[in-house]
């Protein structure tokens, strides 16, 4: 099993659509979750950070965090084609300030 | 605030050659690392840095790899020799460190080496 497990994708939305991307995670005791962009032949671009159970908003971005289920998602509303891009989620796991990403979802959003 | 700062962008050399990459991190963050990055693949931790201090390089190929966080601000990665699978997005990225607040990390623009 992965450490943190994400679908490839790729994940096509309408434009307007709200667009859900899950990860799945095996370390327990993780701390803190992040939500990276990136584009094609770019850097990872820090997005969203979420470290309590529950949901965070911020703009048109809403991270969801279960550690009871060790499930993280990001919900990204009113899709626009200028979210097309992949999405990493990242892990720190416990008592360390290492990050684990996952394999990251492509996202299309078709205008 | 200037972000993470890498250099070069683009490298190409033979197999065999040297290559070094440099970063400088966001000012005050004293956690650094090194990702590698291949096409499709999130980015797997080379090297982490508390300071000048090496933490965690349980991942970094010691017989080819090697770093170094002289006064604990910037850093520098060398393969020698490089070898064809070596190709990949080299990527740095800088945080806060123990004790210092929220532990989100920072990307720079990577150096994209290509080896043949």
């Known amino acids: 099993q992965k450490e943190v497990e994400q679908n490839s994708g790729p994940l096509s939305v309408p434009e307007g659509a709200i667009a859900s991307l899950n990860c799945t995670y095996s370390?327990?005791?993780?701390?803190?979750f992040f939500w990276y962009r990136q584009y094609s032949g770019k850097s990872p671009e820090l997005i969203m950070s979420i470290y309590s159970n529950g949901d965070k908003e911020d703009g048109r971005f809403t991270a969801q965090l279960n550690k009871a289920s060790q499930y993280v998602s990001l919900l990204i509303r009113d899709s626009q084609p200028s979210d097309s891009a992949t999405y990493l989620c990242a892990v720190r796991g416990s008592g360390t300030y290492k990050y684990i990403f996952g394999t990251g979802t492509r996202l299309k959003v078709l205008a | 605030e200037a972000g993470v700062v890498q250099s070069p962008r683009y490298k190409i050399i033979e197999k065999k050659q040297p290559v070094a990459f440099w970063c400088n991190p966001i000012?005050?963050?004293?956690?650094l690392y090194w990702y590698l990055q291949n096409l499709g693949q999130g980015p797997e931790l080379l090297i982490r840095y508390e300071n000048e201090e090496a933490v965690d390089d349980s991942q970094l190929p010691k017989d080819r790899f090697s770093a170094e966080r002289l006064k604990g601000v910037d850093s520098t990665l060398k393969i020698q020799p490089a070898e064809l699978g070596d190709s990949a997005v080299y990527l740095c990225?800088?945080?806060?460190?123990?004790?210092?607040?929220?532990?989100?990390?920072?990307f720079g623009q990577g150096t994209r080496l290509t080896v043949v």
């Open positions: 990225a800088s945080s806060k460190g123990l004790g210092q607040g929220n532990t989100e990390a920072f």
């Open positions: 370390d327990r005791g993780s701390q803190s």
């Open positions: 000012s005050g963050h004293n956690t």
